[in-house]
């Protein structure tokens, strides 16, 4: 391997040296962004008392516009993922019931 002008030349590909940051920071993003809603839709679920109720709806409102901001900035891929990982969690915790 050889560095030249910030990128990395390998076998596989070449890439600039920050890209694969920037990937791996999208990868998390769209991961924590997609079990968001999921996360979201248990909490309206739950009998929680007055308190922690009014506590509750007002993150579930953070989390939803929060959605809702990134689906309409998304790319029909980033849409896909969010899509594909919000029901692998999704089966994840029905499995574990």
């Known amino acids: 391997m050889s560095l030249k002008r910030g990128i990395?030349?390998?076998?596989?590909?070449?890439?600039?040296?920050?890209?694969?940051?920037?990937?791996?920071?999208?990868?998390?993003?769209?991961?924590?962004?997609?079990?968001?809603?999921v996360l979201a839709d248990y909490l309206e679920d739950q009998p929680f008392n007055q308190l922690t109720k009014m506590k509750t709806n007002t993150l579930i409102s953070m989390?939803?516009?929060?959605?809702?901001?990134?689906?309409?900035?998304a790319s029909l891929e980033a849409i896909e993922q969010q899509h594909?990982?919000?029901?692998w969690f999704r089966n994840e915790i029905k499995n574990k019931q």
């Open 8 to 37: 990395k030349q390998n076998n596989t590909t070449t890439k600039p040296l920050n890209q694969n940051k920037m990937e791996t920071k999208e990868i998390e993003l769209t991961a924590a962004i997609s079990i968001l809603p």
């Open 63 to 73: 989390i939803r516009n929060l959605d809702r901001h990134f689906m309409d900035i």
């Open 84 to 87: 594909n990982i919000a029901l």
